[in-house]
C-alpha cells in the first residue's frame, strides 16, 4: 500500500478543520515515510514457502529460500542480492547484502576501506585509524555448508527475516549503523537441495532418517570444507572469490555437531591451533566465542561449550578457518544435531558417563539437561549465536578494522626481520606445470607473487631468469609459510604412555612434498639487488561469469576460468611445451601429470597408446603432427618424436566402483579422472554381483573404504531396499573370478584390507591390531623407496613423498609372488611431515605391492595417491596402476630385489641357516 496516494489520504476543501488536520497528517506521513519510520511490509518466510521455518519434518530447499530473499529484497531498501556464480551443478548460486539503505548506497566506499586496511602495506598508522573509524564492519555469516546439518541453511531465512522485520528497534538499528552483512542463504546449494528432496521424499516411511546413497556435492560431500587452500572444487573458488572481493571483518559458518550432550559448541578451539595463526586474530575469536555464549545464557539458551578434546584448527584447510591467515577472524560453531528435521527426545540413560551428573564446569557453566531437540531449536540457537555476533561487531567496529591493519602490518614487519625472507621457485622441475598449480592456488588466496627479470646468485644458489620468488614481508605472509612449511604436530599426552590426543584431520600437508616441488627458502634478508629483480606478477584477470563449460587454460588441472579470474593467478604461466625429433610417434614421460591428460584425449578418441617398458614412457601413434603440436601446446608438455613405436598396447576399460554408503574418496577420484579427462564407468554392487566383468573391463578401482563399507554398505531397514547390501559372497567371488581370469583390481588405503582378507592374499597389514600408543601416523607425509621399473612406478624418483592417512603397512608372507612397488627405509622414521609414533613397524616393510593373483594382479596402494586432489606428486602411480592392464602387465619381468619384503628375506634366510646347520650337525 502506498502511503501518500491521493486515494488513501484525499486533500479536501470542504472544512477548514478537516483540511488543517488532514494536511497536518499528510505532513507527517511524509516526514515518517522520508525518514523510514513507518515500515514496508516484510514478508515472513513462513508465508512464503508455506510452513514454519525449523518445524519438524519440514525444510526449505534451495529454491525456496532464493524464492524467498528476492521477495524481501523487493520488499526492503535493506536487502541486495548478489550473483556468486555458479555451482558445480550448475545452479545461479547469489548471497545477500543486507545493512541501512545509506550504508548500501556507499557500498563500494565501505568495500574499498575495508581493501585497503586488508592490504595495509603503504597505509600509515594515522590514516588505518581513520579508515577503522569511518568504515564499516562487513560480518560474512553462512549456513548448510555440510548440507545433511540442515539447521544452518534453515536459520538464515529466520535471521534474515528478524533482522529486517526488526530494523528500527535500538538493538538492530544500533548493529546496521556499523555493520554491513554478507549472508549466504548456503554455501552449498547443490547439497541443500539433494538433501531436502531426499528427506522429504522419506518422511513418514521407514526410512525417515536414512543417509543419502550419494554425496551432497558433486564430488567431494563433507569434504567441501577441507579444500579451502587448494581450491579444487568449483564451490571453494567462489567463495575464495567473493571474500577476495569484499575483505570481510568477521566470517561465521554454522554447523552441526556438537559433542554430545552439549547444544552448541564455539570457539576458543580445541588444542593446537595452526603454528601461523595471527595472535590478534585468535585473541579476536575467542572474545567473539565468550560474546556468542553470554548472548546464549542471556537468552535462556543452556549447553555451551568451548574447546574440549574435538575441534581443533591444526589443519589450514577449513574454509571458515584459513581466513585467520588472511588476517579475518573466522570461525566456526557446531550447534547439535539429531537427523534432519526428525526431533527426539534424550534422557539422561544417553549421556555419556562423564556428563550424566550435569556437573557445571569452566566451559560449559549450564549443562543441558536432555528432553525434546528439534530442528527449530537448533535454528534458535543459531539465530542467536549469529546476532551475538553481529552485536559484537557493531560494538567492537573500529578495533575489528584496526585490528586488521595491523595484523597485516605484523605480518610484513615480522618476516622484515626473521626467516625466511622469501622462497624460490625455479621454472624448470621434474614436471614444470606443478609448480605453476602449486603458486596459482597460493596466488588465488590473495598471496603476492613475482618473477626474476635476469639471473641472480643468493646464497650460493643460482636462480634463472623467471624463477618464482614469495616475498614473505606481506600481509599473508603467514598462510605461504603455513602451507610450505613443514608441520611438526605436537605430541599432547598426558603421560608417555597415555592415549594420543589425535589430530581432528590432517597432521601434516606440506604442499612441496605432497606436490613434487622443490620450494627453497631464503633465510638471509634479500639485497636490493635482488628486489630490484623482482617483477610483481600481474595478469589479465578474465571475467567472473565465465563459461566453465568451456576450458580456458587446458595447462592447468583444474578446468574451465581455473584460477585466471584473479590477475595474479592469471599470469603465472609454465615454461612452453617442446616437441623434439622427428617421426610419427610422439614419446611422452609420465613424470609430467599432463601425460596423462594426453592419453585420456586419445584414449577417448580411440587413438592408439603403447608403452615401453624400457624407458618406461609412453607413446602415441597414428594421429597427426598438428594433433600432437596442440597437445604440447595446450598441456605445457615435453615430448620427443620418434620413427617406431613399442610393441605393447595400452588398452584399459576401467570400471570405478562406487559403494551406496556415499565416499568421498571415491568421489575425490571420480574428480581426478574427470579432471584428466580418463574414460571410465561407475559401478555399483548389483554390477559386482551380476558377474561377466571380464566382457566389460579390464581394471577395477576401489577407493579407500573401510572392509565393512565394501562388503555389506547399509544394512536391511537403514536405507531403501535397493541402496542395502555389498559385496560380500556374490560379489567378492565374481572378483575373484574377475582377477584370476586376467583381470588388474586396484584398491587404495583402507580398501587394500578388504582385499587382503576376502581374497585371501599372502599380504599382512603388519599395523592393523596395533593400539593408537603404539602406533599412529594421522594424515601425515612419508617418505618411501621406489620400485622405478615397476610400470606402476613409472616416472616416479627413488624416494618421494606419499600422504597415508589410517594407512596399511604390508608384509609379505610365504606363498607371496608379485612385486613390492615402494617400502619404507630400513632404519629410523620414514616422517616427513606431520605425527608418527611406532616407525619401528614400518622398518623395512612395503607401502604398495604388485600381488600376481593367478592370471591377474591386484595392486595394493598403502597411501592415498589423491588424497583431496592434493598429493599430485604421486597422481601418476594411479593413473598407471589403471593402465596396468592386458599387455603392460604381461610383458614385465619381475625383479629379484623387489620380489618380497626384507623380514621375510631375512626369515627364509634364516630358514635356510637353520637347515643347513642341521645338515652339518647331522
Known amino acids: 500500500m502506498n502511503l501518500l496516494s491521493s486515494r488513501e489520504y484525499p486533500i479536501k476543501k ?82 545477500v547484502l543486507i545493512s541501512t539503505p545509506e550504508n548500501l548506497e556507499k557500498i563500494d566506499h565501505y568495500k574499498s576501506i575495508s581493501q585497503q586496511l586488508a592490504h595495509p602495506e603503504n597505509l600509515t598508522r594515522e590514516i588505518a585509524k581513520a579508515l577503522a573509524k569511518e568504515g564499516k564492519a562487513i560480518v560474512d555469516i553462512s549456513g548448510g555448508l555440510h548440507a545433511s546439518e540442515v539447521a544452518g541453511a534453515q536459520h538464515i531465512l529466520t535471521l534474515a527475516y528478524d533482522l529486517v522485520n526488526n530494523a528500527k528497534t535500538e538493538k538492530y538499528s544500533a548493529i546496521f549503523e556499523d555493520v554491513i552483512l554478507i549472508l549466504w542463504p548456503s554455501l552449498n546449494p547443490d547439497g541443500q537441495d539433494i538433501i531436502a528432496n531426499w528427506y522429504l521424499g522419506n518422511v513418514g516411511t521407514p526410512y525417515e532418517v536414512a543417509a543419502t546413497p550419494w554425496l551432497y556435492q558433486k564430488y567431494v560431500g563433507h569434504d567441501n570444507n577441507r579444500d579451502a587452500y587448494m581450491l579444487n572444487q568449483l564451490e571453494s573458488r567462489v567463495v575464495g572469490r567473493i571474500w577476495r572481493e569484499w575483505e570481510p571483518s568477521i566470517i561465521h559458518v554454522h554447523h552441526q555437531s556438537s559433542p554430545f550432550p552439549t547444544r552448541i559448541w564455539l570457539p576458543p578451539f580445541a588444542e593446537p591451533v595452526a603454528s601461523q595463526t595471527p595472535p590478534l586474530m585468535a585473541r579476536e575469536v575467542n572474545m567473539i566465542g565468550m560474546a556468542m555464549a553470554q548472548e546464549l545464557e542471556t537468552e535462556g539458551l543452556p549447553g ?37 528435521a526428525t526431533p527426539h527426545f534424550y534422557t539422561i540413560k544417553d549421556f555419556p558417563k562423564e556428563r ?117 614481508a606481506q600481509e ?58 623482482l617483477a610483481p606478477i600481474k595478469g589479465d584477470a578474465i571475467a567472473e561469469n565465465y563459461n566453465n563449460d568451456i576450458d580456458l587454460s587446458k595447462t592447468d588441472f583444474i578446468g574451465g576460468a581455473g584460477f585466471d579470474t584473479n590477475e595474479v593467478a592469471a599470469g603465472i604461466k609454465p615454461l612452453q611445451g617442446t616437441l623434439k625429433g622427428s617421426g610419427s610417434t610422439m614419446v ?55 620413427s617406431s613405436k613399442p610393441k605393447t598396447k595400452v588398452t584399459s576399460r576401467i570400471a570405478v566402483y562406487d559403494p551406496w554408503k556415499a565416499s568421498m574418496d571415491m568421489g575425490w577420484t571420480r574428480w581426478l579422472l574427470d579432471n584428466f579427462k580418463i574414460p571410465y564407468t561407475v559401478i555399483r554392487n548389483a554390477d559386482i554381483n551380476n558377474g561377466s566383468l571380464n566382457e566389460k573391463f579390464d581394471v577395477i578401482l576401489i577407493a579407500s573404504e573401510k572392509p565393512g563399507t565394501i562388503e555389506n554398505g547399509f544394512q536391511k531397514g537403514m536405507a531403501p531396499p535397493q541402496y542395502t547390501g555389498g559385496l560380500k559372497g556374490l560379489g567378492v567371488r565374481n572378483i575373484e573370478t574377475f582377477i584370476s581370469t586376467g583381470g588388474t583390481l586396484v584398491c587404495l588405503n583402507k580398501s587394500t584390507d578388504f582385499a587382503i582378507k576376502e581374497l585371501h592374499l599372502p599380504i599382512d597389514n603388519s599395523v592393523e591390531k596395533l593400539k593408537k600408543n603404539e602406533f599412529f601416523t594421522g594424515g601425515s607425509i612419508l617418505e618411501v623407496i621406489n620400485n622405478k621399473l615397476h610400470p606402476v612406478m613409472a616416472g616416479m624418483p627413488e624416494k618421494s613423498s606419499v600422504f597415508v592417512f589410517g594407512s596399511p603397512v604390508f608384509k609379505t608372507l610365504e606363498g607371496f609372488e608379485g612385486e613390492i612397488l615402494s617400502k619404507y627405509q630400513e632404519k629410523g622414521s620414514p616422517l616427513l611431515s606431520g605425527y608418527l609414533v611406532g616407525e619401528k613397524y614400518m622398518n623395512n616393510k612395503a607401502a604398495a605391492v604388485d600381488v600376481h593373483y593367478k592370471n591377474g594382479h591386484v595392486i595394493l596402494f598403502g597411501f592415498q595417491p589423491q588424497w583431496r586432489g592434493q598429493s599430485m606428486g604421486t597422481y601418476r602411480t594411479l593413473f598407471n596402476a589403471l593402465l596396468y592392464t592386458n599387455g603392460v602387465a604381461k610383458n614385465h619381468e619381475v625383479l629379484e630385489e623387489w620380489s618380497t619384503t626384507e623380514d621375510e628375506k631375512t626369515e627364509k634366510e634364516l630358514e635356510v641357516k637353520s637347515i643347513e646347520q642341521k645338515q652339518i650337525s647331522n
Open 588 to 642: 611422452i614421460n609420465p613424470k609430467e601429470n599432463n601425460s596423462f591428460r594426453v592419453i585420456g584425449d586419445a584414449l577417448t578418441q580411440n587413438i592408439p597408446v603403447s608403452y615401453d617398458s624400457k624407458k618406461q614412457t609412453y607413446a602415441i601413434s597414428s594421429t597427426s603432427k598438428s594433433q600432437m603440436q596442440k597437445w604440447v601446446k595446450e598441456y605445457a608438455l615435453n615430448a620427443n618424436l620418434v
Open 14 to 95: 470542504s472544512s477548514p478543520l478537516l483540511n488543517k488536520y488532514t494536511y497536518l497528517r499528510y505532513l507527517f506521513l511524509v516526514c515518517c515515510f522520508s525518514q523510514n519510520i513507518i515500515s514496508q511490509d516484510i514478508p515472513n518466510p513462513d508465508n512464503v514457502i508455506g510452513f514454519e521455518i525449523g518445524s519438524d519434518f519440514h525444510l526449505a530447499t534451495y529454491e525456496q529460500s532464493i524464492s524467498y530473499f528476492e521477495k524481501l529484497a523487493a520488499a526492503s531498501d535493506m536487502v541486495e542480492m548478489k550473483s556468486a556464480g555458479k555451482t558445480s551443478e550448475g545452479r545461479e548460486w547469489q548471497y
Open 304 to 340: 555451551a561449550v568451548h574447546m574440549g578434546k574435538g575441534f581443533d584448527a591444526w589443519y589450514p584447510g577449513y574454509i571458515d578457518y584459513m581466513p585467520m591467515m588472511q588476517n579475518i577472524p573466522s570461525f566456526w560453531t557446531e550447534t547439535s544435531l539429531y537427523k534432519f
Open 476 to 533: 599473508f605472509g603467514e598462510l605461504a609459510r603455513q602451507l610450505i612449511d613443514i608441520q611438526e604436530y605436537p605430541d599432547l599426552r598426558e603421560s608417555s604412555d597415555g592415549p594420543l590426543e589425535q589430530p581432528y584431520d590432517a597432521a601434516g600437508w606440506t604442499l612441496p612434498y605432497q606436490m613434487e616441488v622443490e620450494v627453497i627458502a631464503a633465510m638471509s634478508p634479500l639485497s636490493q639487488l635482488v628486489y630490484s629483480r
Open 356 to 472: 550424566a551428573d550435569l556437573r557445571v564446569e569452566s566451559l560449559y557453566s549450564s549443562p543441558w539437561k536432555g528432553g525434546w531437540w528439534r530442528l527449530g531449536d537448533a535454528v534458535k540457537y543459531m539465530e542467536t549465536a549469529s546476532i551475538a555476533v553481529l552485536d559484537y561487531a557493531a560494538k567492537y567496529k573500529e578495533t575489528l578494522l584496526f585490528n586488521k591493519y595491523q595484523a597485516g602490518t605484523a605480518t610484513i614487519e615480522k618476516y622484515k626481520q626473521e626467516p625466511p625472507y622469501a622462497y624460490f621457485i625455479k621454472q624448470k622441475q621434474r614436471d614444470p606445470v606443478r609448480p605453476v598449480e602449486f603458486l596459482k592456488r597460493l596466488a588465488f588466496n590473495g598471496i603476492k607473487i613475482s618473477q626474476l627479470d635476469t639471473d641472480i646468485s643468493f646464497e650460493g644458489n643460482e636462480y634463472p631468469k623467471g624463477t618464482w620468488v614469495i616475498p614473505m
